[in-house]
């Protein structure tokens, strides 16, 4: 996959983590998105390196699509403790 494809996965990972993390978020839809497209490359990272599954040239696999998605969640959860209360 090309980097565009992994920005809009990420952008589509984020938006499935905002999904089933519903709330408040600091960063609004701006930080939510970023945390979308970095929790894909960290998910891809990780799977390709510790899972052995290796990071897949297909848009559409599924493995890719849960390790992104995995990734948007820790990010989302991390960064939604470090920096949840800054808006008080």
């Known amino acids: 996959m090309t980097i565009v494809s992994w920005i809009i996965l990420g952008l589509l990972a984020g938006a499935v983590a905002k ?5 408040k978020d600091p960063g609004g839809l701006v930080g939510t998105t970023l945390i979308g497209i970095s929790g894909a490359f960290i998910g891809g990272w990780i799977s390709s390196r510790w899972l052995d599954h290796s990071i897949s040239k297909h848009f559409f696999d599924g493995p890719t699509w849960a390790a992104a998605i995995g990734g948007s969640l820790v990010l ?11 808006r008080r």
Do not use: A, E, H, Q
Request: avoid cysteine.
């Open 19 to 23: 999904l089933l993390l519903p709330g």
């Open 76 to 86: 989302l959860i991390v960064y939604r403790i470090l920096f949840g209360d800054s």
